[in-house]
């Protein structure tokens, strides 16, 4: 039933490469099958304005598309003067869900600014973006325990995102673009490698879906997210 | 445990006043206990480009604050020169909700514009604004039809939304502004009087949750909302 | 010969209600006939970077109007990144004739924001703000005596302001929107209780009018505004 | 009593200097004083869309300030971002008053730019700036007409502008910097050469002021008023 | 002398892998040495409008750098609301370059557009831009004849670019970021493969450069640009 | 050959009017024939944040264009809201070409900002402003030596600037618009007065052009230079 042939709790081969550029205190290059993704850590002293003074550190995300990561060329934020809605939401998302993964106390007063960049889009990037900077992430805190930064790890547990969607009347896992553009319900789930949520989000894009949709979904997403921290463990072994 | 008193699944007292102000097509004032939005559908002949020769209507949404809306004063976006994050995230939210609700290809090339300013703020702006909107909407559609803009009635299913959470390690109905701001996870649920899911957003704030405790939330969500879509059509009858 | 049937002198009939909203320091909902703005009044301490280390306060407007409080919907402003000349310029109006109204020593290091947001527009929105906006100060500043936060009353007097326009060749007062459509000359005047001016501000639409309806106009603004600070004084009492 | 020796009702020495640059269709440098405006009048084919079909013309205006046209220098509003509400609100000014000048159904659809570019600055810059634009769209309206562009010639009355105000009580003319920078009221006049007023903009900066304080400066307008519109006239001759 | 151990005529390893990415009809990474740019050429029909109706085409760039392509961490542009100064600049000069390699009568009225996006910054990357750009043009024009978008070949000749420099007082070719940012001239040469010049920039950043130093530069750049281009050659081979 | 009849290395007539506006610490007018542009520099005491606690000064530049200095009118950039990449090339040009002619250090942790405003445009207008521009900074340093901000004098060298071209096959000096929109390749040329090299931009504009022409227009450049410093020189006598 699948474009690609795959079954429908089959997510796309999944590759981690750290290290991908130089400069950064974590970089990596994350693939779900064509959608491949730069996420980089970037390490700063120091908090934002408003999270001054409470002893806490911060972890922030932006977000990017590069113009003709997409089929047809989008337009450059940067030259239209500013993130479209989308970028903004996305960038919030995986925000929120790396600073879960994190106890900031333990972080103290600094900053880890995770930048994901598309290069190639076929569905999925945010989730693909959150996997990735997860990975990043937990790079640039070694670096900051091995430059003595850090005294305890403030990493509280991996996380990983998948998407999954209703397709043609049923449920499936990691959606390719083709799939996406064509799905009912499309939703993004976000999980710990302990089995909880960080974030759930469906949205119905035709239909409706019923609850019954709805646990079938999260089964899938639960199933998928298993394998993926697996690969995520793999990579930073 | 609440501290207003509300049980687990109680909903705050939910009010809505239609033609609210004199000149929109639709215009409601909707209240979920002090939390009080001013919801708006104007009506405009055409489609934004990117709709245009389909055949189809547009349904699109803005969402504001007034400054002191809030406890605290916040800016004003007009004046910072651009819409914040969460401004985008909920108004993008209330439109793809409500295009959800309605048959374009039926709206024929017509645009309907939902304006959600919050007079009023004490949690779940966005949820009331879903709610209100949909009402305001279906003013809107009947002031069309009233017109002979529509032969027929593209209201596919009224729609309405409640926020849910974790609060203290329980699940809980309609949070409000004391219960959000210390809530473990929130989450926004649209759904249809047909009881389907038009939407889902469950975001941990503090610690992860369960897919247990998703469980139990969704089923809060779906008692609150056959209250509420009650509510809006005894509103509207 | 007025649309409403009014004497060229009649004010519309004007409502002040207090304590609109529940979170700022003053909140009122003014309404002249058909025009009804929210006015709040938001007390912050310390003042802008200009104003720093005179030992003086600060008071400076917002204003803004809800997409749909006019009889087609106009941009948000927020939406489309800036607030346009008209509202810039009538902020300015307002700050400027709050400001003359308070003895910004005795205010000492605080500022006090006014936002007057349009929810529904029928001429004249922004003489009622101001006259609106005066009543919300006076909440706050008796708000901020009540705190401890003022040792004296800053108020030098109150304020209130009317337009006043030259319609078919003849002095009217209190202009609604089909009247201020079609004026020759649309004129709003500024005056304390003391009967003494703060602003005059006179346009010619289309003909130059004479200094001789300039002093009918100015005429016609003193008596409706004795009308008009006696309503503030009772609202306030 | 005045800084300068000059009487209450003594205007600076006014110099227009027609053709000042090589390319606009109307160009002259308007010294008051130690003020001094480029005033350009642009002539282009087509109205703006808003105007598009009416068979009429449109005039607008524009008006910024060289960054050390002031005593210490402004912000370049170019390299900011955006004009500021001053300068908004005085090419809102400028426009209004230029358009009231002309017959816009003669002027046919052609659209007039009038560029006020101060390049010193000591007071009165937006009245001198209407002044200076006034010759420039006389020279641009006969530049149109020699061009065969226009039959008839579309100028009602040249318009001129003078600011008035109280300074150390008592009610003055023509204010320069060091004047306007302590006067307790300040108030630009807009007159047609036919005596009728354009518009009134009358502002206490410190204290209220009376109606006959309001009578006095309309008169001391109306005298220096006539000299300012001689020195166009004998400019134009 | 210089850090890497090279002669001052040797220019760092250069690379160019075609087809990078999947979407768009010429993508190249270029490196030079750890300077490396995803350089891709998108076709759109049609032209700006400043360009319609001439029966030509228009070629044009844009310019970027992720954030953590540098040693630290830079401001996102689009987050930042504008491009900045340099990246309008390098991208201006992209986009000329590439122009002037085009017969732009021949292309028709075809639009395409460079995006270069630099992941990883060591110096010259606008150099490494346009160098890799010209191959991505290349495979655009060849996918728009194979697809009978183009009958003849726009291609007037190869481009290429490289900076030399005054470092140590010593003329060097190819800078990296260690050269370039202690090096007292700083010289970007494009060169079309007959050996003439589209661009010359040079720069005295510490101290002027004397006219025979001038001369050395052009020399080096001549000699290094020989090299680059058949490199392109036999990447495109 | 030349419109103007000039010979090939014939440059304009260059005025230049010292004290041309009042207000600041050095003020000039410079003509090259009918190129008219004013350059003021501002003295501030402090630097930008950048350059903070390196006991240097600093100097910068900004330029823009009067809407009508042009044959046609250009867009107001404060009205467009953004500087274009036109505008931020030269003025990023302006100042790092003033900057090679202090020694930042004597300058102190003072900043000295360069306004070049186009009054009159006839090509070459960022040499003129340049060239102007040197000797408003002279005045403005000897403004601070008077003053006793300075205690020595932190000019390294006067520089100025001419354009040099290939027109019609041969190369020129000193473009006016006319030549200049029809040059075959555009070169600038930034020189000490102990003739060294500051800047040196050239562009072919239509054809490539060779070595040879470009040691010919550096020649011709070298030349006008020496002409237009010996101007500079007799205007600060």
């Keep these: 039933m699948r474009p690609s042939g795959r079954t429908a709790s089959q997510i796309r081969p999944v590759s981690i490469t750290r290290n991908f550029t130089a400069h950064a205190e974590g970089s990596v290059l994350v693939e779900f099958g064509d959608t491949k993704v730069i996420c980089t850590a970037s390490v700063t002293e120091g908090v934002p304005r408003f999270m001054k ?13 590069l113009p003709r990561s997409t089929h047809t060329r989008c337009d450059r934020e940067a030259a239209r003067g500013k993130q479209g809605g989308r970028s903004l939401e996305i960038q919030r998302l995986i925000g929120r869900s790396l600073r879960a993964a994190v106890d900031l106390k333990i972080l103290g007063e600094n900053t880890i600014t995770l930048d994901c960049d598309v290069i190639q889009a076929d569905g999925g990037t945010r989730t693909a973006s ?108």
């Design 130 to 237: 959150i996997t990735g900077a997860c990975v990043a992430l937990v790079d640039a805190l070694t670096y900051m325990r091995s430059k003595g930064i850090l005294k305890a790890n403030p990493l509280k547990h991996m996380i990983a995102a998948v998407s999954v969607g209703i397709y043609k009347g049923e449920a499936i896992s990691d959606l390719e673009y083709i799939e996406d553009s064509a799905a009912e319900t499309d939703m993004n789930v976000v999980m710990t490698e302990t089995g909880k949520l960080i974030e759930v989000q469906g949205t119905a894009e035709g239909e409706p879906f019923s609850f019954e949709e709805m646990s079938e979904m999260l089964e899938l997403a639960k199933h998928g997210l298993r394998e993926i921290i697996d690969i995520q463990k793999a990579a930073l072994a």
């Design 53 to 65: 003074g409470k002893g806490e550190g911060w972890i922030t995300a932006e977000y990017g598309m």
